[in-house]
């Protein structure tokens, strides 16, 4: 499982807690990395899973297997949006801590996504005053501005990179549900099922709820939950397989 501006590591340590609350299901997670450009967020990332490894070994119950993937989990320094040639692009990095070509079955991402005029405008004082921007608003310098509306940039590079790190299933945190439907309509047909999760995807709405993305090919796509669009979720058809019936 690959987590793309993993920020703090938060998103890998709670995939971590709750796959192993289901041993029999998961009985083997493999290899768990969070890639962040930030050496300080890097910082915090390794700090909270020294204070994880630490709390296991002196609180919580037996588990080898549970504690080896933990002290396995990898945070890793990229740029996601540096050329591939770079040494500090994204598989670059991830070729240099795998005996193997990269390979990520399930690849998850909370990337910057505000737009600049929102930032300005929208994002509140208390964020804009104590949050990195570098973590919220994509840098003017990408190269997929020129394609892309401003707040999107991040999005391309995250279905290229899920392509080349062979992942079944992804899941990218957006801001709304126009935001949403931008970035499902970026997907391609290498994906089987594209799908928009609400804030609550797990709650029940009757009908199943469809909504126009407006791209030739796929003009529709299903949305879950209540609450505003949060997510964008896609499958391949292996991993439509997996999910099927989630």
């Given at each position: 499982m690959l987590?793309?501006?993993?920020?703090?590591?938060?998103?890998?340590?709670?995939?971590?807690h709750e796959l192993f609350k289901h041993p029999d299901v998961v009985p083997n997670?493999?290899?768990l990395v969070g890639v962040d450009i930030s050496s300080q967020a890097l910082k915090v990332s390794e700090h909270n899973k020294a204070k994880q490894i630490h709390e296991q070994s002196v609180y919580g119950p037996s588990n080898s297997a549970k504690f080896d993937a933990l002290r396995n989990m990898?945070?890793?320094?990229?740029?996601?949006?540096?050329?591939?040639?770079?040494?500090s692009s994204i598989m670059s990095q991830l070729r240099d801590i795998s005996s193997a070509e990269p390979n990520y079955e399930v690849l998850i991402s909370n990337?910057?996504?505000?737009s600049s005029a929102a930032f300005r405008i929208t994002t509140a004082a208390s964020v804009r005053r104590y949050e990195p921007k570098l973590a919220l608003v994509p840098p003017h310098s990408s190269a997929a501005e020129h394609v892309v509306q401003d707040g999107d940039a991040f999005y391309p590079e995250l279905y290229r990179i899920s392509?080349?790190?062979?992942?079944k299933v992804i899941l990218f945190e957006v801001a709304d549900m126009e935001q949403a439907c931008r970035v499902a309509a970026m997907a391609d047909e290498h994906w089987h099922t594209v799908e928009i999760w609400r804030d609550d995807p797990s709650a029940s709405v009757g009908?199943?709820?469809y909504v126009d993305i407006g791209r030739e090919g796929r003009d529709k796509v299903r949305v879950r939950g209540?609450?505003?669009g949060r997510s964008v979720v896609a499958y391949t058809d292996e991993g439509s397989q997996w999910c099927n019936g989630a």
């Open positions: 987590d793309l501006c993993t920020g703090t590591g938060c998103i890998p340590l709670l995939l971590h997670i493999g290899r990898h945070f890793v320094q990229a740029d996601i949006l540096a050329d591939e040639q770079s040494s990337p910057p996504y505000i392509k080349l790190v062979k992942s009908e199943a709820d209540q609450g505003n």
